[in-house]
C-alpha cells in the first residue's frame, strides 16, 4: 500500500458511530436559536420539513459514495458529473461547512465547561480542545475512530437520560405558550438552526476510502445514522422545550436578552436545580455529544481538504499524507488555523449560518451530479440505489433550492460574505492552480 494512501480501517458499527458522532452535537446546542425565530411551531415546521429533506439526502448521497468512494466526497462526484469547475464549488463549499462547523461546537463545549467550571474561561477552554482533538486524528485513523465510538455511544445514552429524566415533568401547555411569535416568515428565518440538528451526516461520505467493503458498509452507516438522529431529534425537541416553555431554553436568563449555547442544562436547571450532583453530572457525560461532533467534523474536514489538495485545487501541501502516521497532517493543522481564527470572532449563530450556506450548496450540487451520473452513465457500478428515484433526489433540491434563497434573504450579509468566499477562491483556482484533467472515468490526474 502506498505512503500517500489512506488507510483502511473503517467497520458499519465505526461508520454508525461516525455518523451519528457527525450530527449529535446538533441535538446539544444551537437548534435552540431558531426558536427565537420561529417560536415552538415555527421551528417544528421547519425541523420537520428539513428532517425530510435529510432523510431523503441520506439515501441520495449514499448511491453516490458507494458508486464512487473517494474522500473527497461531493467534490469528486461533481468532477465525474459536471466538470472541474463546478467541482471546485462544491469542494470549497463542503470545506467551508466542514471547518466552520467546529469553532461553533468549540464555543458550545467551552460554555458547557464554563457551567461546570465557573472560573474556567470558556475561550481558552475552546483552544484547547481544538489543539486535543487535532492531535488524536493527526495520531491515526484507528485511534480517531475507537474514540468517536466511545463517546458517540455516551452522548447517545446521555440524550436517553436526559429524555428519562425530564420526561415526568413535561406539559403540553409548554409547546404551545407563545408557540408562533414571528408567523411564516419566522419559519424561514428558523430553516438554519432545524439544518444543525442534522448537518454533518455527509461526512461519511469523505471516509468512504478509508472503510473496509465501502460498497456496503456505507449504506449501513448512513441507513443506521439517520433513524438514531431523526428519534434522538424529537425527543430532545418535545421534551425540552415541553419543561418551562421554549424561552427557559433560549435565554440564559430564561425570559429575554442573551442567548445560551446550553439549552438542555437550562432544561435541567428547571427540574435538578444547578447546583446538585445529578445537573453536574449531565453537563459533564452532555459534553460527550459536543466532543463526538467536534472531534468528528474535524476528521471529515481533514479528508475533505486533503482531497482538493491532492488534485492541486488547494495547495498540494493540504494533498500529502504523512508516512508514519498515514493521516493527512498538512490539512488538519490548516484547518485548526482557519477554525481558531473563527473562533475568536465569537459570533455563533453566524458562524452557523455560514457553514449551513456551504452544506445546502453542497447538497444541491450532490444531486444535480446523482442525476446527471444517473442519466450520463447509466452503466456506472452502484452496489446501492435510492429508493423512489427520481423523487428522493428531487425532493432534496426542492427543499435545499427554497432553505438557501430563505437563508440569503434573512441573512444578506453572510451570505455576502459567503459567496465572496466562493467568488475568492475560484478566481484564485483559475489564476494560480496546477492544471486538473479528468479522464472519462471521472479519475483525477494532476500534471
Known amino acids: 500500500m502506498s505512503n500517500n494512501s489512506l488507510k483502511k480501517a473503517l467497520t458499519p458499527f465505526a461508520l454508525w458511530a461516525l455518523g451519528v458522532g457527525y450530527v449529535i452535537s446538533g441535538m446539544y446546542f444551537g437548534w435552540n436559536l431558531g426558536l427565537e425565530k420561529g417560536g415552538t411551531l415555527g421551528m417544528a415546521i421547519a425541523t420537520a420539513v428539513i428532517m425530510v429533506m435529510y432523510v431523503t439526502f441520506s439515501f441520495s448521497y449514499a448511491e453516490l459514495a458507494c458508486a464512487i468512494p473517494k474522500a473527497g466526497g461531493v467534490f469528486d462526484y461533481a468532477a465525474r458529473a459536471l466538470g472541474k469547475n463546478v467541482a471546485f464549488i462544491a469542494g470549497i463549499a463542503q470545506t467551508v461547512e466542514f471547518v466552520f462547523a467546529p469553532p461553533a461546537i468549540a464555543f458550545a463545549i467551552g460554555a458547557y465547561l464554563n457551567a461546570f467550571f465557573p472560573q474556567t474561561s470558556a475561550l481558552v477552554s475552546a483552544v484547547t480542545v481544538y489543539f486535543i482533538f487535532t492531535t488524536i486524528n493527526i495520531l491515526g485513523l484507528t485511534l480517531a475512530a475507537s474514540f468517536e465510538i466511545i463517546v458517540t455511544v455516551l452522548a447517545v445514552g446521555e440524550l436517553l437520560l436526559f429524555t428519562g429524566i425530564t420526561a415526568p415533568h413535561f406539559q403540553v401547555v409548554h409547546l404551545t405558550q407563545n408557540a408562533f411569535p414571528n408567523g411564516w416568515p419566522g419559519v424561514l428565518e428558523a430553516i ?242 496546477t492544471k486538473v484533467l479528468y479522464d472519462k472515468s471521472g479519475n483525477t490526474d494532476v500534471h
Request: charged share 10%; proline share 5%.
Open 192 to 433: 438554519p438552526f432545524a439544518i444543525w440538528f442534522f448537518l454533518g451526516i455527509e461526512g461519511l461520505a469523505n471516509v468512504a476510502e478509508e472503510t473496509k467493503n465501502p460498497q456496503r458498509a456505507i449504506i449501513r452507516g448512513f441507513g443506521s445514522a439517520i433513524l438514531t438522529l431523526v428519534v434522538l431529534c424529537i425527543l430532545v425537541f418535545v421534551f425540552s422545550t415541553g419543561v418551562a416553555g421554549w424561552e427557559a431554553i433560549v435565554y440564559k436568563n430564561g425570559i429575554s436578552g442573551e442567548t445560551s449555547d446550553s439549552p438542555l442544562p437550562l432544561a435541567l436547571a428547571k427540574i435538578t436545580g444547578s447546583n446538585t450532583l445529578m445537573y453536574h453530572l449531565l453537563i459533564t457525560v452532555g459534553l460527550f455529544g459536543l466532543i463526538a461532533s467536534f472531534h468528528g467534523l474535524i476528521l471529515a474536514a481533514g479528508r475533505a481538504t486533503y482531497e482538493m489538495g491532492r488534485t492541486r485545487n488547494m495547495p498540494a501541501f493540504f494533498g500529502s499524507i504523512s508516512p508514519k502516521f498515514r493521516t493527512p497532517v498538512n490539512a488538519l493543522l490548516g484547518n485548526m488555523v482557519i477554525g481558531l481564527l473563527a473562533l475568536f470572532s465569537g459570533r455563533t449563530a453566524e458562524i452557523i449560518t455560514i457553514s449551513v450556506l456551504g452544506a445546502l450548496t453542497l447538497y444541491i450540487i450532490a444531486m444535480i451530479s446523482l442525476i446527471v451520473l444517473r442519466r450520463r452513465q447509466p452503466g456506472l457500478h452502484r452496489p446501492f440505489r435510492v429508493p423512489a428515484y427520481p423523487l428522493f433526489p428531487a425532493t432534496v433540491l426542492i427543499i435545499a433550492v427554497i432553505s438557501l434563497l430563505a437563508m440569503f434573504i434573512f441573512n444578506i450579509k453572510l451570505s455576502l460574505i459567503y459567496l465572496g468566499i466562493l467568488l475568492f477562491s475560484y478566481i484564485a483556482f483559475r489564476i494560480f492552480n
